[in-house]
């Protein structure tokens, strides 16, 4: 495999594995407060049927992206009053926002658009177009260096860099900030936290409520950026893929970039199978490597990647002494 191919390859993980890291570190704060939130995958769903709705009638990728984010806040927010105030199953409640939404986004997108489920497709400004960084262009041919920085580095579009960003950006809220101590430990002592004066419900409800706009930026990606509008059931399972790496990473943001990396390089790998094949010297099964980040997830699940603690008081509703 010569350096260009390698590097393809590694450009195609990293745009995979960018929905993949938003949603893991929307799980990651959401549980690190104590609310364990399967409906990931509802929320992405529904963010990118609106997201690329909105901006294929807007004509503005923004105004999409925004509209995308609303609507994940939305089911945040049902999510956060069934498992927060009325202290009910969190499993149940986020599954329930996942029925939700795989039914809801084919039949509002059959009846406004017409298409079989499915949005117009996107073009102009209704999508989020690749960034070329600077200095691109003059390094294209520079030996080793050059490659790395144009065909890796440069290319993207924001919300890849905008994910990547976040991953410094939440280690340093979560282990070096006020908020990020109190936001920890509500989901290991709520106790101890009420009695030091902190709401256990506003800073659960906060953690809800980035989880969803994380969840926006998550699927207003996959339908504006990663492709060129919605269509059904196009997360495939990708918030589940998530929470998989999310265990697999132990709840820390820089051990879920290296998670999120290999489900994506995986991915990546399923659209390329011939790499694989001239690697190993014999023909390979597609629907073999398309199954394999499933796989890989069913491994996590299974407890094969030594034992993961998660939050103490995680999935527990909190009951206030009087």
Same mark, same amino acid.
């Given at each position: &495999?010569?350096?260009?191919?390698?590097?393809? !390859?590694?450009?195609?993980?990293?745009?995979?594995?960018?929905?993949?890291l938003l949603a893991c570190l929307a799980g990651l704060f959401s549980e690190r407060a104590g609310i364990f939130d399967i409906g990931l995958e509802?929320?992405?769903?529904?963010?990118?049927?609106?997201? #690329?709705?909105?901006?294929?009638?807007?004509?503005?990728?923004?105004?999409?992206?925004?509209?995308?984010?609303?609507?994940?806040?939305? !089911?945040?927010?049902? %999510?956060?009053?069934?498992?927060?105030?009325?202290?009910g199953n969190q499993l149940i409640s986020g599954v329930a926002i996942n029925f939700l939404a795989a039914g809801l986004t084919v039949v509002v997108?059959?009846?406004?658009?017409?298409?079989?489920?499915?949005?117009?497709?996107?073009?102009?400004?209704?999508?989020?177009?690749?960034?070329?960084?600077?200095?691109?262009?003059?390094m294209r041919d520079v030996p080793v260096i050059g490659p790395i920085y144009y065909e890796l580095i440069s290319g993207h579009t924001i919300l890849?860099?905008?994910?990547?960003?976040?991953?410094?950006?939440?280690? *340093?809220?979560?282990?070096?900030?006020?908020?990020?101590?109190?936001?920890?430990?509500?989901?290991?002592?709520?106790?101890?936290?009420?009695?030091?004066?902190?709401?256990?419900?506003? &800073?659960?409800?906060?953690?809800?409520?980035?989880?969803?706009?994380?969840?926006?930026?998550?699927?207003?990606? !996959?339908?504006?950026?990663?492709?060129?509008?919605?269509?059904?059931?196009?997360?495939?399972?990708?918030?589940?893929?998530?929470?998989? $790496?999310?265990?697999?990473?132990?709840?820390?943001? *820089?051990?879920?970039? &290296?998670?999120? &990396?290999?489900?994506?390089?995986?991915?990546? !790998?399923?659209?390329?199978?011939?790499?694989?094949?001239? $690697?190993? %010297?014999?023909?390979?099964?597609?629907?073999?490597?398309? #199954?394999?980040?499933?796989?890989?997830?069913?491994?996590?699940?299974?407890?094969?990647?030594?034992?993961?603690?998660?939050?103490?008081?995680?999935?527990?509703?909190?009951?206030?002494?009087?």
């Open positions: &495999m010569d350096l260009m191919t390698l590097l393809q !390859l590694l450009d195609s993980s990293v745009r995979l594995a960018t929905p993949l509802g929320k992405m769903l529904v963010a990118a049927f609106v997201s #690329a709705g909105v901006a294929y009638v807007s004509g503005n990728v923004w105004v999409g992206l925004l509209a995308g984010i609303g609507a994940s806040l939305v !089911l945040s927010g049902i %999510h956060g009053l069934a498992s927060i105030s009325f202290r997108a059959q009846s406004w658009f017409g298409e079989g489920g499915r949005t117009p497709q996107l073009a102009g400004a209704a999508r989020f177009d690749p960034i070329t960084l600077p200095g691109a262009e003059a890849v860099y905008v994910a990547l960003l976040l991953v410094p950006l939440t280690a *340093w809220l979560l282990f070096s900030t006020r908020f990020g101590l109190r936001l920890r430990a509500v989901g290991e002592n709520p106790a101890a936290l009420d009695t030091a004066g902190v709401s256990v419900v506003r &800073m659960r409800f906060a953690a809800v409520a980035i989880c969803g706009v994380l969840c926006g930026i998550a699927g207003a990606y !996959l339908s504006t950026a990663l492709q060129a509008g919605f269509v059904k059931d196009m997360t495939a399972g990708r918030g589940y893929i998530a929470l998989a $790496a999310l265990i697999f990473a132990k709840w820390r943001p *820089w051990y879920a970039l &290296m998670a999120c &990396m290999l489900f994506g390089f995986l991915q990546a !790998l399923s659209l390329r199978p011939d790499l694989l094949e001239t $690697a190993l %010297h014999f023909k390979i099964q597609v629907q073999l490597l398309d #199954a394999l980040p499933y796989i890989l997830t069913v491994v996590i699940l299974a407890g094969f990647v030594g034992k993961a603690i998660p939050p103490r008081a995680g999935g527990e509703p909190y009951v206030k002494e009087r």
